[in-house]
Structures are given as structure tokens and as C-alpha cells.
């Protein structure tokens, strides 16, 4: 699971993901270096129970909500991220990455050991997590100066909802190539041609030639026969590669937002104009 910090100025954007073993961790930030991506700027944070190695930062001093506050990501997923900190996971973040360094990260942190955050949220709804909404950061509260100049007694809090529209990106499956050999027999038919020699004998009775050749003679005939040969040629009949396109849309997305509406009853008569006023304030 990865999330977008872009600037206009560089468009470098930063790439996280949640793994639930130290081991997995450790493996994808090795192959992030692999890939030639900077150690400096790759970041491992521990959960709760996590034992702190070099270049971890375990959270627990600024609680796992604060240890996230420097991550370009909505609050509702700073909070899933969290929470699976909170249940031990490991965070894996990069930052700083151009274009091609992030499609290397995104495969790399996006491979079947990545918890999906989605999977993860709706089991532990299940098991009674209330997830962002429930928890004390979704409302916003008012600074300390304002609490100290709030009316003694009851009051009604007026809050107001924002829609915060964040990106990550998720994994749709991947596309793999094999090239492997295979024997497949095959067959053809050739037409062979077989020479043979026969000794031919033809009886006759006629009168030799007076000055009949007694010299010694020799007749001589070869035999041929066609025997089919084998050969084979390789030829490349297509080539096949993956290459990755991509392209932009934008998406409108809809939702609603909640406000309080504070409706005043004011029965009171004979107020002069100054105690209208005040009471409007």
C-alpha cells in the first residue's frame, strides 16, 4: 500500500506499506537497497512488542498516531497504519523517489507479503475495532486559549465535518512471463527411391563368331538406395516482452459531511437593542 507526497516543484512522491513480521520487513528494505534505492532515505518503524534495530524507529515515546504525523497520507488510514503498529506490524516507508525509483518501490513493497490494509481494517471491525471515526482524533478540538474563554455551565459543541480526499495505490495482480521448451512429436512423409542390381540370365543357341573374343570380361553395377535425412532450423516466429502504460483519469468522489445546526428559541420580551445584540454573539 502506497501513498503519494508530491510536490509541483519536484514531483517526488514517498511509498509506504505494512508488513506483519520483522522478517518481511527486513526483506523488503533489502530489496529496495538492491535496487539501488538509498538506505538513507528508507525508514522502518516497529510496533508495539517490536524489538528496535539501527535505522528503526519503534514509536513508542511519541505513541504510534504522532510517530506517523510526518506522512503525507488521510488520517483515516494514518489511523489503520497505526493500529496495525499498535498490534506489533512494521511500516516500511521510502521518500523522496522520482518516477521510475517509485514504480521500483511499488513493486517491491506491493509483493504477497504486504498486509492489504482494506482485508485487515474489515477484520478488525469485526472483532470491534471502531476504526478512525470512533477515535478522539476525528473531531477536531478547539486550542487551549479557546477552552479558557468558553462559558461556565453546559454547552453544545458546533462541529463540522471536512472531506478529506487522499490517494493510495493498491495492487490489481500481476502479469508473468515464462519461456519454457517443450518436445512435441511430429511426423512427414518422404518418397525414397531403391536402385537394385539383377543378374539377368538368358538362354540362347547361335553360332559363335569365327573370331570369338575369349579375353576375360567384367560386368559391374552398383546399388543405390535413398535414405531419408534429418535436419532441423530454429527460426524466432515472435517475440513477446511486458511493458507498463500509464495514464491519468479523474474521479469525482462523493460523500456526505455533518455539521450542527443550532437553532435558538428566544421567547424573552422588552429586550433593548444592546441585549439583542449580545445575545446574537
Not at 482494506?118 to 469485526?126: H, L, M
Not at 471515526?133 to 479558557?148: I, T
Not at 495505490?169 to 512435441?184: F, L, M
Request: aromatic share 6%.
Amino acid at each position: 500500500m502506497t501513498y503519494d507526497n508530491a510536490t509541483a516543484a519536484t514531483g517526488h512522491t514517498s511509498a509506504s506499506a505494512l508488513f506483519d513480521s520483522h522478517a518481511d520487513a527486513q526483506s523488503a528494505v533489502d530489496r529496495l537497497v538492491q535496487a539501488g534505492l538509498p538506505i538513507a532515505r528508507i525508514r522502518v518503524t516497529g510496533g508495539s512488542g517490536t524489538d528496535a534495530t539501527a535505522g528503526t524507529d519503534s514509536g513508542h515515546e511519541k505513541g504510534f498516531w504522532d510517530s506517523l504525523s510526518d506522512f503525507f497520507m488521510p488520517d483515516e488510514d494514518r489511523y489503520t497504519y497505526a493500529e496495525g503498529l499498535s498490534r506489533g506490524s512494521y511500516l516500511v516507508s521510502i521518500s523522496d523517489l522520482n518516477a521510475i525509483e517509485y514504480e521500483t518501490a511499488l513493486d517491491i513493497l506491493g509483493d504477497e507479503q504486504t498486509v492489504d490494509l482494506d482485508e485487515r481494517e474489515a477484520s478488525w471491525r469485526n472483532e470491534g475495532w471502531g476504526g478512525y471515526e470512533a477515535s478522539s482524533y476525528a473531531a477536531e478540538r478547539p486550542a487551549a486559549s479557546e477552552q479558557s474563554a468558553a462559558p461556565s455551565g453546559d454547552s453544545i459543541p458546533v462541529i463540522e465535518e471536512k472531506l478529506r480526499v487522499g490517494k493510495r495505490d493498491t495492487s490489481h495482480g500481476r502479469v508473468r512471463v515464462r519461456a519454457y521448451t517443450v518436445e512435441t512429436p511430429v511426423s512427414e512423409t518422404i518418397e525414397l527411391r531403391d536402385e537394385r542390381v539383377e543378374l539377368v540370365r538368358t538362354p540362347v543357341d547361335r553360332p559363335a563368331e569365327v573370331n570369338a573374343d575369349y579375353r576375360e570380361r567384367t560386368l559391374e553395377a552398383e546399388e543405390h538406395r535413398e535414405e531419408a535425412v534429418v535436419s532441423k532450423e530454429a527460426r524466432v516466429v515472435e517475440e513477446i516482452a511486458l511493458r507498463k502504460t500509464s495514464d491519468s483519469h479523474q474521479e469525482t468522489v462523493s460523500d456526505t459531511v455533518r455539521h450542527t445546526e443550532v437553532e435558538v428559541d428566544d421567547e424573552r420580551t422588552g429586550l433593548s437593542g444592546d441585549d439583542l445584540t449580545r445575545t446574537r454573539e
